[in-house]
């Protein structure tokens, strides 16, 4: 590995006698991860569903280490959202920040999605999950992966953390921040953040990272917490960042990261006054870890939340729904009627109903379907977020069967089934739509993510 002179030269003088065993972990090979989705399936089913060669990632209970023989993205699961492909260290701040059923999170820098996905799990369809990304085209890839992994909560916005603060002011009660850095912990496995190292210096990430942090605190109760991450090993960026965070903000508190779970310690030696709680932060290094790196800080703002209220959507009217009302009753057996609004002809559930005016959204919600000419058509957002009971008409496809791949390659086809809309599942998770008339097929599986 070819490192910049000044980045072996500081490396050298933070590690000492660890610097070796550093630069040896450039032989070895990379570490693949993915990471189950418990919205869809636990775990121990996954592992014994599939015949990929998994083991644990200790920081991440629901993450698994696959082999590079193995090609996930191209088994029909991943088509159905029960799994995401993650770097196993990129797992740890959703892993070890404590997220409940009914909390409010923010992920503020969330593109691709790994942390939302994650997030949104344990979410369990409760509570709100908005994620942002400042990058529009970012946002595209960052609101797919939350409709594959059935998200029914999330708003997805694509607003700088100004402007959010200004909407959100104390609304939060978990927020990550998995800022933009100088990528240090990126150069094994990818040879192009060695060079984006050398154009974006470490002073423009912690200017980035300061503005990001101050719009973060405004927007937390008191009582929540900030998962703060990046995946660089630069103490300007990591305990620098922290310890000037915490000078500034006398109401804000380190808790600790698990040191069990192979995290090393905050180190409080490499900034000039560091604060001796900031060996509370954790940091994974790859010579010592079976993955790439990261750094986590987790702050708690002390305090009670006051759990304030934003402004509420008004209720659509009853006669625009007709044809939706038509279709939940002919076709589902669960009631999705609550929380509802019309952007254009697309129906959309809002989380706690909140009013998101004067913000750039990518997505303000659950997106359901469309109002089409006296029909109502279901999104594939819809057939991600449910589950096979839910839906009247199935059709279920076996994992091998020559069927399902015609289905995920945008085909339609001859089939003895009901007619009008079928849930199409494999193995009984849901992946898409098809519509059945007279024993044919037309595939409504979402033309963008055709195989």
Not at 185 to 197: E, H, L, T, Y
Not at 217 to 236: N, Q
Not at 263 to 279: I, K, T, Y
Not at 352 to 378: A, H, N, Q, V
Request: include cysteine; charged fraction near 30%.
């Amino acid at each position: 590995m070819n490192l910049p002179k000044s980045y072996e030269i500081k490396m050298k003088t933070l590690l000492g006698d660890e610097y070796n065993e550093y630069l040896k972990s450039f032989d070895e090979k990379r570490y693949y991860g993915l990471r189950v989705n418990t919205l869809k399936i636990a775990p121990e089913e996954f592992v014994r569903l599939i015949d990929f060669k998994l083991t644990g990632v200790k920081w991440c209970k629901e993450g698994f280490y696959y082999s590079e023989d193995d090609k996930p993205t191209k088994h029909p699961y991943y088509n159905a959202g029960l799994y995401y492909i993650q770097e196993p260290s990129a797992m740890s701040a959703g892993a070890l920040i404590d997220i409940q059923p009914g909390d409010k999170v923010l992920d503020l820098c969330a593109a691709p999605g790994g942390k939302s996905t994650q997030v949104g799990a344990k979410l369990k369809g409760s509570g709100i999950l908005v994620s942002n990304d400042v990058s529009a085209s970012r946002c595209k890839a960052l609101l797919h992966n939350i409709e594959a992994a059935g998200i029914t909560n999330a708003v997805v916005t694509n607003e700088t953390p100004r402007k959010l603060a200004e909407k959100f002011y104390g609304f939060f009660n978990k927020i990550i921040v998995d800022a933009p850095c100088s990528g240090e912990g990126m150069f094994r496995k990818d040879s192009n953040a060695i060079r984006s190292w050398e154009v974006h210096k470490t002073e423009s990430c912690c200017s980035l990272q300061r503005d990001i942090l101050k719009n973060a605190a405004k927007m937390l109760c008191g009582g929540g917490v900030i998962a703060y991450s990046t995946c660089t090993f630069a103490p300007e960026e990591d305990e620098g960042m922290i310890n000037e965070f915490l000078d500034l903000h006398d109401d804000f508190e380190l808790l600790d990261v698990d040191k069990n779970l192979g995290f090393d310690r905050g180190r409080n030696e490499w900034v000039a006054g560091g604060r001796n709680d900031l060996e509370k932060c954790g940091r994974l290094w790859p010579h010592k870890v079976k993955g790439e790196g990261h750094f986590l800080a987790l702050l708690r703002k002390k305090g009670t939340d006051e759990k304030r209220i934003l402004s509420k959507i008004k209720p659509v009217d009853k006669k625009a729904l007709a044809d939706y009302c038509l279709f939940m009753e002919k076709y589902m057996n669960i009631d999705i009627s609550q929380n509802l609004n019309m952007h254009g002809k697309s129906l959309m559930k809002i989380p706690f109903g909140i009013d998101l005016k004067g913000l750039r959204i990518m997505r303000s919600g659950f997106y359901i379907g469309d109002m089409k000419t006296k029909r109502f058509e279901p999104s594939q957002c819809l057939a991600m977020g449910l589950k096979k009971e839910n839906v009247k008409y199935v059709v279920d496809f076996s994992v091998d069967d020559p069927m399902l791949i015609r289905y995920l390659k945008g085909e339609s086809f001859k089939i003895n089934t009901n007619n009008g809309w079928n849930l199409i599942c494999v193995d009984g998770f849901p992946i898409g739509w098809g519509k059945v008339q007279d024993g044919r097929m037309k595939n409504k599986y979402l033309r963008s993510w055709i195989m």
